[in-house]
């Protein structure tokens, strides 16, 4: 049973949109099971999740938001508002916080309110916040974010905030490491970047 | 999380061509969290004697300590270099001394015969049941991954060259599949006139 609590995953919103990223490892006690894993999950066209905690329950929470979301889409006639995703991943993490173990960051883009990024913690309470860490290696990533963050920064500065903090976090935390996946979600869509081996941002490294 | 695992290291030491090689990361972590990356796990007992120590870091420490006090005794009563097989029994009997509170490690040895030049090699348990081997022994918490990885790699009589290559990428390729040990590593390449120490360049997760 494999398990991402042990992972990083992070979020920070811009005007025009969201920049999401995570690490790619999933560990089955010290064992790596997964070194490229996908933790950024599309929920809708313009709306994604970072999962962090059980693997298979996140990914049945993911699921399950990802049919109920698509239907409301169907009825409605038009796409759901980041706020409504977050609020269906609570109803479910908070219904049934005893029994799984998920700590989910939602993030998007909608025609309301732009790029959005709500929290949904391991009880299941929602917030929204201009920027959300998660994940055992988000520890190591308090002090960074609270110093480096800038509110009304562009995509080209946070899409180095957020790699800068992955980076951090993989070089101390044993249960994040891998690759680093991010995504850019506005209007016009999703933008995939992977960074792999030397594109990592680097540290101070004593070797 | 078992007491071996709670500080993570992964070692292989491998025999070639009148030479030997021994192999260790260099994290210092504590479970998840990676403190430092410059922990030597490798000790040198002699000009071509070598003793890799995974485990608990307290005891890899102590048990490093102990056993040089014990080995400079030797020297001084015998008036000679140990040599390696006598060196894995002093080891051997270390931890047997601990047999219902043992040391926290199960160490790897590598040397040559300070006469013959004889390359050697042994493992032990942290009980100190010794091991002999003439291709290879591995310890540490991605032992499974490091059997894997040397019994596809290794042959018999490498060269120093290749041993240093063969050695690095088992090790390398198993730690990176262990989250608990890797962020660094250094490969000690022993032969009748020289040592040779190298660090390598590796994944820092």
Known sequence: MALPKWTTIAAVEFDGGVVIGADSRTTSGAYIANRVTDKLTKVTDKIYCCRSGSAADTQAVADIVKYQLNFYEMEMGEEPLVHTAAHTFRELCYDHRDNISAGIIVAGWDKKEGGQVFAVPLGGMVVRQPFAIGGSGSTYLYGYVDSQFKPKMSKEECLPFVANALSLAINRDGSSGGIIRLAAITKDGVERITLTGNQLPKFYEDH | ?205
């Open chain 2, 1 to 205: 999380m078992s007491i071996l695992a709670y500080n993570g290291a992964a070692i292989i030491a491998m025999n070639g061509k009148d030479c030997v090689a021994i192999a260790a990361d260099r994290r210092f972590g504590v479970q998840a969290q990676t403190v430092s990356m410059d922990f030597d796990k490798i000790f040198e007992m002699g000009p071509h004697l070598y003793i890799g120590l995974p485990g608990l870091a307290t005891d890899v420490q102590t048990v490093s300590q102990r056993l040089n006090f014990r080995l400079k005794m030797y020297e001084l009563r015998e008036n000679r270099r140990i040599r390696p097989k006598t060196f894995m029994s002093m080891v051997s009997n270390l931890l047997y001394e601990r047999r219902f509170g043992p040391y926290f490690v199960e160490p790897v040895v590598a040397g040559l015969d300070p006469k013959t030049h004889q390359p050697f090699i042994a493992s032990m348990d942290l009980i100190g049941c010794p091991m002999i081997t003439d291709d290879f022994v591995v310890s540490g918490t991605c032992s499974e991954q490091m059997y894997g990885m040397c019994e596809s790699l290794w042959e018999p009589n490498l060269e120093p060259d290749d041993l240093f290559e063969t050695i690095s990428q088992a090790l390398m390729n198993a730690f990176d599949r262990d989250a608990v040990s890797g962020w660094g590593a250094v490969v000690y390449i022993i032969e009748k006139d020289k040592v040779t120490k190298k660090l390598l360049k590796t994944r820092m997760d």
